[in-house]
């Protein structure tokens, strides 16, 4: 069989929601690997019309009515659905699927805003600086597998983007490592207890290079995932400064702090913790599997059944946008791909609803993007400039 008549095969199966996951896999490859995106957009574009199956536009607008109507007064905004396809080959197919499923009445024709190879910005990678406790820094996206140090009692192993701490014979007093994550960059850690932690783009982790205490306490900020080592005799805390304080003894949960946002969210993926507000006995709350705590300043908000997917997506290679407004969006692509975004004029408040990968280089999301309504312009310095 043809390529393209692959192709049509593979994205028809998609629409009707009937792919398999090795379909899925081999569509990726297609418009991937192969350059088939171009191919994907005329068959898509020659079937806008049709009613796309399993989508309920009511349901997804009063969705997301509440969600703009819970906490500020109702505006005029436009709501882009991208479809709940738990997986996307390209930004093309995802957010170009929304946009039609609205634009198809009043169709408008498509910007294409980088296409210009040197232009474009690759997505994220695995990288981090390493701060020692005598202040000297270690690179360690160009830094190759083995031994990257030894300190007070810990032996450092950089092997395959995983840092390893590996307690030995304990010696001095205690000595603390930071490990940062700058925009563009992510990176994984297990600590010397065997917990591990996933850094998200720019954050921070402070710990021990060795638990000799009463617990194990390490301080955060930004977005990471924990998977914490069970350990009764010595609970786990995470203090966020200025946020919240943190205690567990073996779970996973997500944290998503970053300084420049107002709100900080910790999601508990399983076990259970305790947070209190940073620096205070009182107030404390205790989350369970499933359960999101909202944190804005010393106002905590637990919310029932919250949407885990959503909060670990970027630990599994994706953006989840469900119920997300422009700005947040573009909070979370600026980080991942080192951005400055700015905004010029009057933007209209834009919500979205689907996933798509942070492999995807810059040009596909903005080109995606596009199909949504919002218009860019990217200058020198990764300046994206936001439009009406």
Known sequence: MEPNARLTYLLERLASHTA?????????????????????????EAHSQQQLPSYSAQQWRQVADQILQSDKPPITTRVHYLHRWWWAAAAVVLMAAGAWYFNR????????????????VPPGQTGAVLTLADGSQLVLDSAGNGVVTRQNGAKVVL??????????????????????????????????DGSKVWLNAGSSLRFP??????????????????????????????KVPGRIDLEVLGTAFNINAYTND?????????GAVKISPAG?????????????????????????????EKAIAWKNGLFN???VGLKD???????????????EGNVPDIVFFGEMSRKLKLSDVLNGLERSDVHFRLEEGRKLIVMP
């Open 321 to 323: 946008f469900d119920g």
């Open 209 to 238: 290079v060795a638990f000799n205490g009463a617990d194990r306490a390490v301080e955060f900020t930004g977005e990471a995932y924990f998977e914490v080592a069970a350990n009764a005799r010595q609970p786990f805390r995470v």
């Open 105 to 120: 009445n009043n169709p408008q024709p498509v910007r294409q805003m980088v296409r210009n190879a040197s232009q474009d």
């Open 20 to 44: 398999t996951a090795a379909e899925l896999d081999e569509l990726t490859a297609l418009v991937e690997r192969d350059g088939l995106i171009d191919d994907a957009e005329s068959w898509l």
């Open 262 to 270: 107002r709100n900080s969210y910790t999601t508990l993926v399983n």
């Open 159 to 192: 092997q395959n983007g995983d840092l390893q701490y590996t307690p030995e014979q304990a010696t001095g007093a205690a000595a603390y490592n930071t490990i940062t994550t700058a925009k563009g960059r992510q990176f994984n850690i297990i600590l010397p």
């Open 329 to 343: 969006m573009m909070r979370q692509l600026e980080r991942w791909y080192d951005l400055e975004v700015v905004y």
């Open 280 to 308: 205070k006995t009182s107030g404390t709350v205790v989350l369970k599997p499933g359960e999101q705590l909202l944190a804005t300043g010393s106002s905590f908000d637990v919310m029932g059944n919250a949407n885990v």
